[in-house]
């Protein structure tokens, strides 16, 4: 659903969905137990959600509650594959331009209407309506036709063959009873809403939290766990302090409270805790505008430089790995044979020397024109982890004679005053790895203008070329080819020194049973998590 | 009486006026948009969806245009729509987190009050000794102390260490169920950290104010003449001394007043209790204008009124005041 | 008048000293100022170097502190934090001062409308929280220690100009001053000799305890990610990030906590000291 949004302020390890591959479930085994009715899960967060009304909501928190509300018509399953939701299954036309769902049968709103292709085609309206303020109109532009011949068909026809159309069809599916005619945004559903999901809302005390009930007549049947309490808990300390005392059942865990934290007896009895790869990754972007950077020598050289073992150590204590491109280790489109360039100050300096820069005064920084070799790394405040990779790379750049400066600037102007107006020389951030690897707004060259997100400049024909190719096409294997291709050029191009994917470190109360680490994370399954009677506290 | 009071009405709108615009100038001028921090590095928001944005929230419009509207609307007690996505009215989300704030605030002025002036008055009658010495020891650690560092130290000790008390938030989970009692003890329960920090970090300014003012009066001609008088120490203290040194409290009590609606977004975020301060914020962080906007202006209302408030007490207490007194702080 | 000066001096540092608490304090005071002016030579370690291989090591001969999470040390951390600690509350509470002390004598020697209108700027600034104008600040300029220096400074001088203000009116219409005005003294003139030299003892007060609230202020500030940007070491930026190790890494959060609650404490009481010293109806009766 989000391809490859930038890792906003709010870290990501306190995202639990879109994980990927289980390593090690760290449980001092309890016997399953009876799954039984009954209980509830509290899962604390950072945010509030902003809306319940998923087309107008962009927040993590939002996205959260509203996944358990909500369904769209494809969803992926646990092994990251496409799956029938509310749609039983589609068909792709030969030319690869229409799309036809066939929407489950029986499915009911938590009011008890029926759902039907009428509430498709009335999201799918209200969402390229330009009266509406959503972000997420983008994708349904690209149709060209969209029809319900009966209520449980659902068709779409595309101007060209677009492989990202599927996936986003997964937007969570509006009730079109409660909201034809009326002005979506001063919608009371926004607080109150009606979904066709596992769970409805019960009470949502401003501030404090959020209790969602199960709903009994949900189609994949009735949800184990009764109540989903989301507790709104601003400081991470102090949600750490509540899961220890019991108030919280699940959080994200940082490295720190993983390896040192919890690793008592005490609390592996009390707690099962899961380790696997996040869906981002960290990087070193340079302005390929600039100069300094234009030369790719210099950007083999800086990433030859960079000592990434080091770095995932110091800022992860190696609850993270090495990341080469823009996939995810483990995943279709990651190809394991693209290894850039490892750490080696020697090699940083030969090819330094060939690029023109070398020591002439002295002072152990190189020079080249008379100017020496000095730039600074930009990063958003309030993200410690980015900082601390800053300072890493600072030290080891003063080595290879390369000064580096740090500054932190605050979002808002990080991207007004320096990314949408390219005045910046290296910036240090993150993105989202989206389950689609379609990478067009990040790599394209079209994408270079103002405001849009190949903000470093990068243009390479045979990258566009390929990019497209691997858009155009449903064919799995012929975009398999394109992305393996596209991970060879970017490791050798440099544009970004890509640094390290991180492990997403969710830890779960151990009174929890059914759950299945899965390269979708652990949430996949949730509906099946149960609580054996005797245990039960809520 | 009458005149003055209307006199200082009327001074409050060119200062209301010039608070708005300035506050508008502050938060336009501050880099991003509200429409930036929703869509920005979002790859499915395209140029033509942040215009449809921009246009929604009528940011297109030059900045004497949106302050104009904003205005109008203000006269007409409108404070408009949030422009966060829930777009809800700004006073129904004043209005969420009003009552939490304001009896939190009220508590721990009652706790100040109830505590500082004994404090100071034990301090002044005790001057230059031990007890003197070490009270001005204890009320300053209270302020010197960072707050949320205090906070996070006996949340581990009796949350976590000792389990004796809740971590955070305002209930138990499913409190509901039982019965008005103990609703009472969880609440209290929850509250006893928090608020036992705040009173601590707020004892200083007016128990060093009570002192003062009360060493002031005892020097004074005729808490002598009551003394050579032969009346008991107790009577000189309680009955004529302390009924004067008490009328700066009032003023304190007054310039309060604004206090009670705003929250230490700090505070509100350690202990997860959702008030005001956490909300004005997020408002600013996500540029929301008219949340900032509304909940700036009430603030300097009721600061405004909180001043003339404390002048109107002062000069009801000692009718010695002539109006228009500058305080000093 | 010299004699006077220094009869005035000798009794205000009799009653000062007299005073054990503000005497203690004041002695903090100085020892944290040498121990943060000779940090260099006291520590063997760099503020900033990291040696992720060596992070979180508990207090040891080696790290009187420990270590943090990337591997520096706390101590020496510490002792540069406490440079730019002091020099925030310093230089943000000298603008604070200025400014104030400017405003003040204006309004209050001149009086009229430009005092009206003074005051009522004043007014205007009381009304907004200052942690909003700080924050709109702060993400108007970038953030750097000199900035938050100068906000600190720009949002807390309406105090001290409301006390120079008062301080002016009372000793406006005293008889030196207004014989000094019949012989034909100028303004400056009567400003500097007359009226300030009698604002300074209030106004020192008040800039001692604003040093200590300054040091408060930035630890907020850097609690909410927006004080001293790391990785400058500042007391409230040490604090802040050690707030995640609190039952760990305990002293990544004690010290520095403790820290700030001594010094700002140590600050308060010579403040009080020095008040209690100048205020002539507070001489001991002792």
């Keep these: ?538 | 009486m009458l005149s003055y009071l209307a006199k200082r009405l009327l001074l409050m709108i060119p200062l209301l006026v010039g608070i708005t615009i300035i506050t508008f100038g502050v938060i336009h001028l501050a880099p991003g948009e509200p429409v930036e921090m929703q869509v920005a590095m979002n790859p499915k928001v395209s140029a033509e969806a942040r215009e449809r944005l921009r246009k929604f929230y009528e940011l297109d419009k030059p900045l004497h245009v949106q302050y104009g509207k904003w205005v109008s609307r203000l006269v007409r007690l409108d404070f408009g729509r949030s422009f966060a996505p829930d777009g809800r009215p700004v006073i129904t989300k004043i209005r969420e987190r009003l009552p939490v704030t304001i009896s939190l605030n009220l508590i721990v002025l009652i706790l100040e009050f109830a505590l500082a002036i004994p404090i100071g008055v034990m301090a002044a009658t005790h001057r230059d000794g031990p007890l003197d010495r070490w009270t001005t020891v204890f009320v300053f650690l209270g302020f010197a102390t960072p707050l949320f560092w205090l906070s996070l130290i006996l949340m581990y000790l009796f949350g976590v260490k000792l389990g004796w008390l809740p971590i955070s938030g305002l209930h138990s989970l499913g409190y509901e169920v039982h019965g008005l009692w103990w609703q009472v003890g969880d609440l209290t329960k929850h509250l006893v950290i928090p608020i036992s920090v705040a009173t601590f970090g707020s004892l200083a300014g007016l128990s060093r104010y009570m002192r003062t003012g009360m060493i002031e009066v005892l020097g004074q001609d005729y808490i002598m003449t009551a003394r050579a008088k032969g009346l008991p120490e107790r009577v000189v203290i309680y009955r004529h001394a302390l009924r004067n040194a008490l009328l700066p409290a009032i003023t304190i009590l007054g310039l309060s007043v604004p206090g009670l609606i705003g929250g230490s977004v700090i505070f509100e975020s350690i202990f997860a209790i959702p008030g005001m301060g956490k909300l004005f914020m997020d408002g600013v962080m996500a540029r929301d204008y008219p949340l900032v906007m509304g909940v700036l202006v009430i603030g300097a209302v009721l600061t405004l009124l909180g001043n003339l408030l404390a002048d109107l007490a002062y000069a009801v207490a000692d009718p010695r005041i002539r109006h228009g007194r500058e305080r000093a702080l | 008048m010299t004699r006077r000066d220094s009869y005035l001096q000798d009794v205000v540092w009799r009653r000062f000293r007299a005073n054990r608490f503000a005497m203690a304090g004041g002695m903090v005071v100085v020892a944290l100022f040498v121990l943060s002016i000779l940090a260099p030579f006291i520590t063997p370690y760099e503020p900033n170097s990291l040696d992720a291989y060596h992070v979180l090591l508990p207090p040891s001969f080696a790290h009187w502190f420990g270590t943090d999470e990337v591997g520096r040390d706390v101590f020496t951390r510490m002792l540069y934090g406490a440079q730019i600690s002091l020099k925030v509350g310093f230089v943000a509470i000298g603008i604070a001062t200025l400014i104030g002390t400017v405003v003040g004598l204006v309004a209050g020697y001149y009086g009229g409308w430009l005092d009206s209108l003074l005051m009522r700027f004043v007014d205007i600034m009381f009304c907004f929280p200052t942690f909003f104008l700080i924050l709109a600040v702060i993400a108007l300029l970038e953030p750097s220690i000199w900035y938050i220096m100068l906000i600190i400074g720009l949002t807390g001088w309406m105090g001290v100009a409301r006390l120079v203000r008062a301080e002016v009116l009372s000793i406006r219409e005293r008889d030196y001053v207004l014989a000094a005005r019949v012989i034909g003294c100028s303004d400056l003139r009567i400003i500097f000799r007359h009226i300030l030299p009698n604002a300074v003892g209030p106004v020192l007060v008040y800039a001692t305890l604003g040093i200590a609230g300054a040091i408060l202020t930035e630890s907020s500030l850097s609690f909410l990610g927006i004080g001293v940007p790391p990785p400058t070491p500042s007391w409230g930026n040490i604090l802040a990030s050690g707030k995640e190790f609190l039952e760990f890494a305990w002293w990544l959060f004690l010290f520095p906590g403790l820290a700030i609650m001594v010094t700002v404490l140590s600050y308060y009481l010579v403040g009080e000291g020095i008040r209690d010293a100048i205020d002539p109806r507070f001489s001991s009766r002792r």
């Design chain 1, 1 to 538: 659903m989000n391809r490859c949004r930038l890792v906003c302020l709010v870290s990501l390890l306190f995202s639990l969905v879109a994980c990927h591959e289980e390593k090690q479930a760290s449980s001092s085994p309890r016997p399953p137990g009876k799954a039984s009715y009954g209980d509830a899960i509290v899962v604390g967060s950072i945010g509030e959600p902003s809306t319940l009304l998923p087309l107008l909501a962009s927040d993590s928190a939002s996205r959260d509650v509203a996944g358990e509300i909500y369904n769209g018509l494809v969803r992926y399953d646990k092994n990251l594959k496409l799956e029938g939701d509310l749609a039983e299954r589609w068909e792709i036309s030969r030319d690869g331009l229409t799309i036809t769902f066939h929407l489950r049968k029986g499915v009911k709103w938590h009011d008890g209407q029926p759902f039907t292709s009428r509430d498709v085609l009335y999201t799918y309206r209200i969402t390229i309506d330009p009266k509406t303020p959503t972000a997420y109109a983008e994708d349904f532009k690209q149709v060209k036709r969209a029809e319900a011949p009966d209520p449980f068909t659902f068709r779409v026809t595309y101007a060209k063959p677009f492989a990202p159309a599927l996936e986003s069809w997964g937007v969570a599916i509006l009730p079109a009873h409660l909201l034809e005619g009326k002005d979506i945004t001063k919608s009371e559903l926004a607080r109150q809403p009606v979904g066709t999901g596992p769970y409805r809302i019960k009470e949502w005390v401003a501030g404090q939290k959020l209790v969602l009930e199960s709903n009994h007549d949900y189609y994949e049947g009735r949800p184990y766990i009764d109540r989903y309490v989301y507790r709104i808990i601003p400081d991470t300390a102090t949600m750490y302090m509540e899961l220890k005392a019991g108030g919280l059942d699940m959080m994200g865990l940082t490295p720190v409270q993983y390896q040192r934290q919890t690793t008592t007896n005490e609390f592996l009895s009390r707690f099962n805790k899961y380790r696997y790869p996040a869906s981002a990754y960290t990087y070193l972007g340079y302005n390929l505008r600039h100069p300094l950077f234009s030369d790719r020598r210099v950007r083999q050289a800086l990433t030859s430089a960079i000592n990434k073992d080091e770095i995932v150590q110091g800022v992860q204590l190696g609850m993270g790995q090495v990341a080469h491109g823009p996939y995810k280790p483990g995943t279709w489109p990651y190809n394991p044979k693209v290894k850039d360039f490892p750490y080696d100050p020697a090699r940083a300096r030969v090819l330094l020397a060939e690029a023109g820069w070398r020591e002439r005064n002295g002072d152990g920084i190189l020079v080249k024109d008379g100017k020496p070799f000095s730039f600074t790394i930009l990063t958003n405040q309030g993200n410690d982890q980015r900082l601390k990779c800053a300072l890493i790379i600072q030290q080891r750049l003063k080595k290879v004679g390369i000064e580096v400066k740090i500054r932190t600037i605050e979002w808002a102007s990080f991207l007004k005053n320096f990314i949408d107006k390219g005045d910046f020389q290296a910036v240090l951030l993150g993105w989202t790895i989206g389950q689609d690897p379609d990478l067009y707004d990040v790599w394209h060259s079209s994408k270079t203008g103002p405001k849009e997100l190949n903000f470093v400049g990068y243009k390479n024909a045979e990258m566009d070329r390929l990019i497209e190719r691997g858009r155009g096409t449903f064919d799995q294997e012929e975009r398999r080819r394109c992305y393996f291709r596209i991970q060879e050029i970017l490791a050798e191009d440099q544009p970004y020194t890509f640094l390290y994917v991180p492990d997403a470190l969710p830890v779960v109360s151990a009174r929890f049973r059914g759950i299945e680490p899965a390269p979708a994370g652990i949430m996949h399954n949730f509906i099946r998590w149960y609580v054996p009677k005797n245990e039960q506290v809520y």
